[in-house]
Each structure stands twice: as structure tokens, then as C-alpha cells.
């Protein structure tokens, strides 16, 4: 399974950004993805994660009531809709699948990460 994560970039606190990530390969066997980040000299952490057979969303405490996270399975695409962003959301961000009903930093697929940056 190969990802291909797009949609960071600068933007101003308060402002959004939509991430896309977009599987392909044998896609066939991913059961869930998501997104991780990872900010300058800290760890990498999970954002929000979805089942893509039933649309069961997780999200990281940070990231609730501003992120939204989606799957178009036809297109093998996940969205990552962020509103109301805060400096703090600055990071790489990366897509994660996996065969698995969860994603950890050991799951098995990762995109090349895309930076977003958040001015104040």
C-alpha cells in the first residue's frame, strides 16, 4: 500500500486546512487510517483515525470539536478537515493505514508526511 498525503501548508491561527491522503495498491487491505504528527523535538502523536467499513471515528483530545476526519472509500481517500487552527497544531503531518482497527507508530503504511504551519 502506497500513500500519498497533500494539503499542508501556511496558514494564520483561526484559519483551516483540508489534508487528503490517498491510498493505493492493495488497498484492499487496509481497514483503518488516520493521521499522525509530529512537531519539532517532540514525539509523534495520533490525530484522528477512521474505520473505513463503518466510519467509526477516533480523534486525539487535541483535535476535538476542530478536526474532521473522512474516508470516500470509492477513491481510497481520507480528508482531514482542520478548523480553528492554533499554533500549536504546527507539525509534519503523516497518513497512516492499516490492516488493524486502530493505527499506532508501529502500524505498517506511512505517507511522506506533509508540513503544516500555523502562524499567530
Known amino acids: 500500500v502506497q500513500l500519498q498525503a497533500s494539503g499542508g501548508g501556511l496558514v494564520q491561527a483561526g484559519g483551516s486546512l483540508r489534508l487528503s491522503c490517498a491510498a493505493s495498491?492493495?488497498?484492499?487491505?487496509?481497514?483503518?487510517m488516520g493521521w499522525f504528527r509530529q512537531a519539532p523535538g517532540k514525539e509523534r502523536e495520533i490525530v484522528a483515525s477512521i474505520r473505513r467499513r463503518d466510519g467509526n471515528a477516533y480523534y486525539a483530545e487535541s483535535g476535538k470539536s476542530r478536526f474532521t476526519i473522512s474516508s470516500d472509500n470509492d477513491k481510497n481517500t481520507v480528508y482531514l478537515q482542520m478548523n480553528s487552527l492554533k499554533p500549536e497544531d504546527t507539525a509534519v503531518y503523516y497518513c497512516v493505514a492499516s490492516p488493524s482497527s486502530i493505527i499506532t507508530t508501529g502500524s505498517r503504511y506511512w505517507g511522506q508526511g506533509t508540513q503544516v504551519t500555523v502562524s499567530s
Open positions: 495498491g492493495r488497498t484492499f487491505s487496509v481497514f483503518t
